[in-house]
Nanobody, 123 residues
Framework: VQLQASGGGLVQAGGSLRLSCVTSGFDFDDYAIGWFRQAPGKEREFVGI????????YYADSVKGRFTVSRDNPKNTVYPQMNSLKPDDTAIYYC?????????????????WGQGTQVTVSS
């Protein structure tokens, strides 16, 4: 099982980044894919999730209206789009898979985790 996150980098406040999470080794269509982030010295934080079909999404209040998540099931890939970035968005971003027909923000319920990609927003 692999979840390969990429697309991170350094961006100025107000800018945008499009991450991606390419997966393999499990039945992608049966899994919701969530995104979490962890900043230095802080707890891991839920960011957003897209359900198995792409028809349902849910976001943390801190990113609502700025971040969106979509998925391409034939490509086994999820795409978080991050707009209007703020310095507080600086963190390592992780994608994770949970086998459910619904959605969840509880990291303990997730089955698979990928390595992270660093996002740094300068002021």
């Amino acid at each position: 099982v692999q979840l390969q996150a990429s697309g991170g980098g350094l961006v100025q406040a107000g800018g945008s980044l499009r991450l991606s999470c390419v997966t393999s080794g499990f039945d992608f269509d049966d899994y919701a894919i969530g995104w979490f982030r962890q900043a230095p010295g802080k707890e891991r934080e839920f960011v957003g999730i897209v359900n198995w079909s792409g028809g349902v999404t849910y976001y943390a209040d801190s990113v609502k209206g700025r971040f969106t998540v979509s998925r391409d099931n034939p490509k086994n890939t999820v795409y978080p789009q991050m707009n209007s970035l703020k310095p507080d968005d600086t963190a390592i971003y992780y994608c994770a898979g949970v086998r459910t027909v619904g959605i969840t923000s509880n990291p303990d319920e997730y089955d698979y985790w990928g390595q992270g990609t660093q996002v740094t927003v300068s002021s």
